[in-house]
């Protein structure tokens, strides 16, 4: 059972580069979201999607796009890497209570990348 | 817009004792859940517990218990019997209810627990 799986896990960059970090989930989650975590600031969403075709603003977007053009992946792309970005990225995902399913509708999290913009 | 405040940057508790870690929420929504996840040094993520707003009985699994208390928007954290594994940093987190978007979660600053022998 692979659940999400983020990559890479740890990437180094200079300032102005570009990238996309990847997020795929084998468990038919229509909702999936991404975060940034740094320290004494828990973790801000930056985008999210609740079913492909469809991705919204998080708290904390500038600086970053989405897509989803499958319910299974939803990539992270950082078209001009700041220094202000270096954090550790999670890619999370749940069935989506809009849809009307029941239960608690707890995130399922990837691993994390750790990034890092010299 | 919804908030989540934990007021506890770091927690000391000696083993096999309880520790509560406080969380507090502010939301207009009278339909919301209420979650806590752990993250050990290794990084990852754990899903703990979960407490609707509308469930009558606090949400309790194993050595985890939430003290929901809904006039006072705070659900705390109890961990009975405290081990040395349950060293680790403790997010609460909030996701509003309403008809449309009913997915996000916002999360908490964190509380850093070490338990000691």
């Known amino acids: 059972n692979a659940g999400v799986t983020q990559t890479p896990k740890f990437q180094v960059l200079k300032t102005g580069q570009s990238m996309t970090l990847q997020c795929a989930q084998d468990?038919?989650?229509?909702?999936m979201s991404w975060y940034r975590q740094d320290p004494g600031m828990g973790l801000r969403l930056i985008h999210y999607?609740?079913?492909?075709?469809?991705?919204d603003q998080g708290e904390v977007p500038n600086g970053y796009n989405v897509s989803r053009s499958t319910t299974e992946d939803f990539p992270l792309r950082l078209l001009s890497a700041a220094p202000s970005q270096t954090s550790v990225y999670f890619c999370?995902?749940?069935?989506?209570?809009?849809?009307?399913?029941?239960?608690?509708?707890?995130?399922?999290f990837g691993e994390g990348s750790r990034l890092t913009v010299l | 817009a919804q908030k989540i405040t934990q007021t506890q940057p770091g927690m000391f508790v000696q083993e096999k004792e309880a520790v509560t870690l406080d969380c507090t929420y502010d939301?207009?929504?009278?339909?919301?859940?209420l979650f806590w996840y752990k993250q050990p040094s290794s990084g990852e993520m754990i899903f703990l517990i979960y407490?609707?707003?509308?469930?009558?009985q606090n949400a309790t699994e194993g050595r985890y218990s939430l003290n929901f208390q809904k006039a006072r928007k705070s659900a705390n954290l109890v961990i009975s019997a405290s081990q040395l594994g349950d060293s680790a940093m403790y997010f609460c987190?909030?996701?509003?209810?309403?008809?449309?978007?009913?997915?996000?979660?916002?999360f908490g600053t964190g509380t850093r627990l070490q338990v000691f022998p």
């Open positions: 999607s609740v079913g492909a075709g469809i991705t």
């Open positions: 999370a995902s749940s069935y989506s209570r809009f849809k009307g399913v029941a239960g608690a509708g707890e995130l399922f």
């Open positions: 407490q609707g707003s509308y469930d009558q």
């Open positions: 939301t207009s929504d009278p339909s919301y859940g």
């Open positions: 468990m038919n989650h229509e909702y």
């Open positions: 987190a909030m996701r509003e209810g309403s008809a449309y978007n009913t997915d996000k979660l916002i």
